[in-house]
Protein backbone atom coordinates (compact mmCIF):
# COMPACT_ATOMS: atom_id res chain seq x y z
CA UNK A 1 0.00 0.00 0.00
CA UNK A 2 1.36 3.45 -1.11
CA UNK A 3 -1.18 5.53 0.72
CA UNK A 4 -0.63 7.82 3.50
CA UNK A 5 0.07 6.17 6.62
CA UNK A 6 -0.13 7.30 10.28
CA UNK A 7 0.90 5.71 13.59
CA UNK A 8 -0.41 5.01 16.29
CA UNK A 9 -4.65 4.35 15.10
CA UNK A 10 -5.09 4.94 18.75
CA UNK A 11 -3.62 6.90 22.10
CA UNK A 12 -5.04 6.78 25.30
CA UNK A 13 -2.74 8.97 27.58
CA UNK A 14 -3.91 10.71 31.04
CA UNK A 15 -3.69 14.50 31.69
CA UNK A 16 -0.15 16.09 31.55
CA UNK A 17 1.28 13.34 29.67
CA UNK A 18 3.16 13.63 26.14
CA UNK A 19 2.27 11.99 22.96
CA UNK A 20 4.17 11.80 19.74
CA UNK A 21 2.68 11.03 16.45
CA UNK A 22 3.81 9.45 13.14
CA UNK A 23 2.92 9.86 9.85
CA UNK A 24 4.79 8.27 6.70
CA UNK A 25 3.32 10.51 3.33
CA UNK A 26 3.08 9.02 -0.26
CA UNK A 27 6.83 9.01 -1.25
CA UNK A 28 7.44 11.10 -3.72
CA UNK A 29 4.73 13.97 -2.24
CA UNK A 30 6.83 17.60 -1.06
CA UNK A 31 4.08 18.68 0.62
CA UNK A 32 2.39 17.91 3.93
CA UNK A 33 -0.23 19.03 6.03
CA UNK A 34 -1.38 17.97 9.92
CA UNK A 35 -5.31 18.66 10.67
CA UNK A 36 -7.46 18.38 13.79
CA UNK A 37 -11.07 17.09 13.44
CA UNK A 38 -13.51 16.56 16.75
CA UNK A 39 -16.38 14.67 16.37
CA UNK A 40 -19.15 15.83 14.41
CA UNK A 41 -16.64 18.79 12.47
CA UNK A 42 -14.42 19.04 10.23
CA UNK A 43 -10.99 18.58 9.76
CA UNK A 44 -8.88 22.01 11.01
CA UNK A 45 -5.92 22.76 9.46
CA UNK A 46 -2.55 22.82 12.03
CA UNK A 47 0.70 22.99 10.33
CA UNK A 48 2.11 22.40 6.69
CA UNK A 49 5.79 21.67 5.78
CA UNK A 50 6.99 21.84 2.08
CA UNK A 51 10.39 19.20 2.23
CA UNK A 52 11.52 19.72 5.66
CA UNK A 53 10.51 23.27 6.24
CA UNK A 54 7.68 23.99 8.50
CA UNK A 55 6.13 27.18 6.64
CA UNK A 56 2.93 27.52 8.42
CA UNK A 57 1.15 26.98 11.38
CA UNK A 58 -2.35 27.82 12.81
CA UNK A 59 -3.19 29.76 15.51
CA UNK A 60 -4.84 26.25 16.97
CA UNK A 61 -1.63 25.23 17.32
CA UNK A 62 -0.46 25.89 20.83
CA UNK A 63 3.20 26.09 22.37
CA UNK A 64 2.20 22.60 23.70
CA UNK A 65 2.23 21.10 20.30
CA UNK A 66 5.36 21.06 17.83
CA UNK A 67 6.16 19.59 14.52
CA UNK A 68 8.90 18.45 12.74
CA UNK A 69 9.51 16.85 9.21
CA UNK A 70 13.46 15.83 9.46
CA UNK A 71 15.00 15.33 5.86
CA UNK A 72 11.57 15.70 4.11
CA UNK A 73 10.27 12.18 4.27
CA UNK A 74 7.83 11.10 7.62
CA UNK A 75 6.82 13.65 10.18
CA UNK A 76 5.83 14.01 13.83
CA UNK A 77 3.60 15.88 15.76
CA UNK A 78 3.85 15.88 19.39
CA UNK A 79 1.92 17.39 22.12
CA UNK A 80 3.02 17.92 25.93
CA UNK A 81 1.50 18.25 28.64
CA UNK A 82 -1.94 16.85 27.05
CA UNK A 83 -5.33 18.66 28.32
CA UNK A 84 -8.93 17.09 27.55
CA UNK A 85 -9.46 19.62 25.06
CA UNK A 86 -6.49 17.75 22.74
CA UNK A 87 -9.23 14.83 22.19
CA UNK A 88 -9.47 14.48 18.65
CA UNK A 89 -8.60 12.73 15.41
CA UNK A 90 -5.13 14.52 14.13
CA UNK A 91 -4.96 13.69 10.57
CA UNK A 92 -1.71 13.72 8.21
CA UNK A 93 -2.19 14.48 4.60
CA UNK A 94 0.36 14.85 1.74
CA UNK A 95 0.40 16.00 -1.78
CA UNK A 96 2.53 16.93 -4.87
CA UNK A 97 2.32 20.45 -5.00
CA UNK A 98 1.08 21.29 -8.49
CA UNK A 99 -1.15 23.73 -9.62
CA UNK A 100 -4.49 23.11 -7.86
CA UNK A 101 -2.87 19.81 -5.71
CA UNK A 102 -4.62 16.79 -4.02
CA UNK A 103 -4.22 16.38 -1.25
CA UNK A 104 -4.48 12.57 0.51
CA UNK A 105 -5.10 11.68 3.87
CA UNK A 106 -3.90 8.97 6.56
CA UNK A 107 -6.90 7.38 8.51
CA UNK A 108 -6.09 9.19 11.14
CA UNK A 109 -4.93 8.78 14.92
CA UNK A 110 -7.30 9.25 17.47
CA UNK A 111 -6.31 10.47 20.69
CA UNK A 112 -7.93 10.14 24.01
CA UNK A 113 -6.75 12.28 26.86
CA UNK A 114 -8.34 10.73 30.39
CA UNK B 1 -13.47 34.55 6.90
CA UNK B 2 -12.39 31.20 6.69
CA UNK B 3 -15.53 29.68 7.31
CA UNK B 4 -17.51 27.13 4.54
CA UNK B 5 -20.31 26.76 6.31
CA UNK B 6 -22.66 23.19 5.13
CA UNK B 7 -26.50 22.00 5.11
CA UNK B 8 -27.51 19.71 5.85
CA UNK B 9 -26.42 17.76 9.41
CA UNK B 10 -27.87 14.81 8.47
CA UNK B 11 -29.52 13.15 5.67
CA UNK B 12 -31.38 10.21 4.87
CA UNK B 13 -32.66 9.21 1.45
CA UNK B 14 -33.90 5.71 -0.60
CA UNK B 15 -31.80 4.01 -2.49
CA UNK B 16 -31.88 5.20 -6.22
CA UNK B 17 -32.91 8.81 -4.63
CA UNK B 18 -31.15 12.03 -5.26
CA UNK B 19 -29.14 13.09 -2.35
CA UNK B 20 -28.52 17.31 -2.08
CA UNK B 21 -25.88 18.58 0.15
CA UNK B 22 -25.33 22.48 0.27
CA UNK B 23 -22.56 24.41 1.00
CA UNK B 24 -21.61 28.44 1.23
CA UNK B 25 -18.50 30.15 1.72
CA UNK B 26 -17.59 33.88 2.78
CA UNK B 27 -14.15 34.48 1.49
CA UNK B 28 -14.16 35.05 -2.19
CA UNK B 29 -10.22 34.33 -2.52
CA UNK B 30 -11.08 30.86 -2.32
CA UNK B 31 -10.16 29.21 -5.39
CA UNK B 32 -10.86 25.48 -5.40
CA UNK B 33 -13.42 24.02 -4.24
CA UNK B 34 -13.30 19.36 -3.35
CA UNK B 35 -15.83 17.63 -2.00
CA UNK B 36 -14.64 15.00 -0.05
CA UNK B 37 -16.04 11.44 1.43
CA UNK B 38 -15.47 9.60 4.97
CA UNK B 39 -16.01 6.38 6.25
CA UNK B 40 -16.10 5.34 9.23
CA UNK B 41 -12.35 5.07 10.83
CA UNK B 42 -10.91 6.35 7.54
CA UNK B 43 -9.32 9.66 6.42
CA UNK B 44 -11.26 11.73 4.37
CA UNK B 45 -11.15 10.86 0.07
CA UNK B 46 -11.13 13.10 -2.65
CA UNK B 47 -14.22 12.88 -4.44
CA UNK B 48 -14.71 15.42 -6.94
CA UNK B 49 -13.56 19.36 -7.18
CA UNK B 50 -14.54 22.53 -8.92
CA UNK B 51 -12.93 25.73 -9.90
CA UNK B 52 -15.33 28.82 -9.64
CA UNK B 53 -15.32 29.89 -13.17
CA UNK B 54 -17.06 26.73 -14.09
CA UNK B 55 -20.49 26.54 -13.15
CA UNK B 56 -21.01 22.34 -13.24
CA UNK B 57 -19.02 19.00 -13.05
CA UNK B 58 -20.04 15.63 -13.15
CA UNK B 59 -17.73 12.49 -12.60
CA UNK B 60 -20.29 9.72 -12.61
CA UNK B 61 -22.96 9.65 -10.54
CA UNK B 62 -22.04 12.67 -8.68
CA UNK B 63 -22.12 16.42 -9.65
CA UNK B 64 -21.19 20.05 -8.17
CA UNK B 65 -22.95 23.05 -9.25
CA UNK B 66 -21.35 25.98 -8.53
CA UNK B 67 -22.88 29.35 -7.73
CA UNK B 68 -20.49 31.97 -7.85
CA UNK B 69 -22.47 35.38 -7.61
CA UNK B 70 -24.55 33.64 -4.49
CA UNK B 71 -21.19 32.18 -2.71
CA UNK B 72 -22.46 28.83 -2.98
CA UNK B 73 -22.02 25.27 -4.08
CA UNK B 74 -23.59 21.86 -3.93
CA UNK B 75 -22.96 17.98 -4.57
CA UNK B 76 -25.69 15.96 -6.17
CA UNK B 77 -25.54 12.28 -5.93
CA UNK B 78 -27.62 10.95 -8.51
CA UNK B 79 -29.29 7.35 -7.95
CA UNK B 80 -28.21 6.56 -4.50
CA UNK B 81 -26.36 3.75 -3.30
CA UNK B 82 -26.27 2.07 0.27
CA UNK B 83 -22.53 2.34 -0.41
CA UNK B 84 -22.96 6.06 -0.31
CA UNK B 85 -23.55 6.22 2.95
CA UNK B 86 -20.70 8.30 4.49
CA UNK B 87 -19.73 11.76 5.77
CA UNK B 88 -19.48 14.41 3.09
CA UNK B 89 -17.57 17.48 3.64
CA UNK B 90 -17.09 20.27 1.43
CA UNK B 91 -14.50 22.71 1.38
CA UNK B 92 -12.53 25.50 -0.33
CA UNK B 93 -9.06 26.49 -0.20
CA UNK B 94 -6.70 28.91 -1.94
CA UNK B 95 -2.66 29.26 -1.67
CA UNK B 96 -1.95 31.05 1.45
CA UNK B 97 1.11 33.34 2.51
CA UNK B 98 3.47 30.17 3.49
CA UNK B 99 2.22 28.86 -0.02
CA UNK B 100 0.10 26.25 1.94
CA UNK B 101 -3.15 25.33 0.37
CA UNK B 102 -5.03 24.78 3.41
CA UNK B 103 -8.23 23.25 3.41
CA UNK B 104 -11.29 24.90 4.82
CA UNK B 105 -13.77 22.47 5.43
CA UNK B 106 -17.65 22.49 6.13
CA UNK B 107 -19.02 20.92 9.58
CA UNK B 108 -20.32 17.95 7.40
CA UNK B 109 -23.22 16.11 6.39
CA UNK B 110 -23.98 12.34 7.39
CA UNK B 111 -25.57 11.09 4.42
CA UNK B 112 -27.55 7.20 5.03
CA UNK B 113 -28.74 5.38 2.15
CA UNK B 114 -31.32 2.95 2.67
CA UNK B 115 -31.76 -0.10 0.89
Known amino acids: DTGVSQDPRHKITKRGQNVTFRCDPISEHNRLYWYRQTLGQGPEFLTY????????KSRLLSDRFSAERPKGSFSTLEIQRTEQGDSAMYLC????????????FGPGTRLLVL | QQQVKQSPQSLIVQKGGISIINCAYE??????FPWYQQFPGKGPALLIA?????SEKKEGRFTISFNKSAKQFSLHIMDSQPGDSATYFCAATLVSSGSARQLTFGSGTQLTVLP
Open chain 1, 93 to 104: ASSLGILLETQY
Open chain 2, 27 to 32: NTAFDY
Open chain 2, 50 to 54: IRPDV
Open chain 1, 49 to 56: FQNEAQLE
